[in-house]
């Protein structure tokens, strides 16, 4: 399990993605209320098909970030969230940005853990978890445009609108570090 290093996030923690959580990757893809933000929810069917497709992903020899003078490239990370006591209760990953230096943010919860403040702290452990990537300057979210709640956690964490995307969607972003002393 990944426990990130000092950070205050009350019995959360994040562990590698693997073939144990399909049940958990079913019930979101396949969830109306936690794909109400990002899309139409699955089939049981093309949510397994989808799992199976990252599992092959993420098991194929896993790639050291290299280090150019110019860039820094590094594999996505996906996660299950552990909440102690609880078990599973959603994922989260970090994914390559636009560019070499930006990682973007994602996280969904299954609906009996949303509007409890756990999505703000799932966001600080993988802003905390961006920060050891090495060479990472800026983060992003990419957040549906009705999709408040992720909007207003977003906004106490520094993230402010970037771009306004076609599908309906905000790019988000705020620099890894937002002040000198971080």
């Known amino acids: 399990m990944l426990a990130v290093n000092g950070t205050s996030q009350p019995g959360l923690t994040l562990q590698a993605l693997d073939p144990t959580a399909e049940p958990l990757f079913l019930a979101l893809f ?9 899309g139409p929810a699955l089939s049981i069917t ?5 799992f199976n497709t990252l599992l092959q992903y993420l098991q194929q020899p896993a790639s ?3 280090t150019t003078a110019t860039t820094t490239s590094w594999p996505a990370a996906y996660f299950q969230v552990q ?3 609880v078990g599973a209760i959603g994922l989260a990953m970090l994914l390559p940005g636009a560019n070499a230096s930006e990682a ?8 009996a853990w949303q509007q409890q403040g756990l999505g703000t702290q ?3 452990l993988l802003i905390a978890q961006a920060g050891c990537l090495g060479g990472i300057e800026t983060l992003s979210k990419r957040i549906q445009q009705q999709n408040l709640a992720a909007l207003h956690s977003a906004a106490k964490l520094g993230f402010k609108v970037s771009a306004e ?3 309906g969607f905000l790019r988000l972003s705020r620099p890894l570090k937002l002040n000198p002393a971080e």
């Not at 969830?31 to 990002?38: A, F, G, K, N, Y």
């Not at 093309?46 to 989808?50: D, E, G, L």
């Not at 973007?104 to 609906?111: A, D, I, N, W, Y």
Request: aromatic share 0%; net charge positive.
């Open 104 to 111: 973007e943010l994602g996280r969904m919860l299954l609906p």
């Open 30 to 38: 396949c969830e109306p209320q936690v794909m109400r933000h990002i």
């Open 165 to 167: 995307l076609a599908d």
């Open 64 to 66: 050291l970030p290299v």
């Open 46 to 50: 093309q949510a397994r098909a989808r």
């Open 122 to 124: 799932l966001s600080r």
């Open 83 to 85: 909440l102690a006591g």
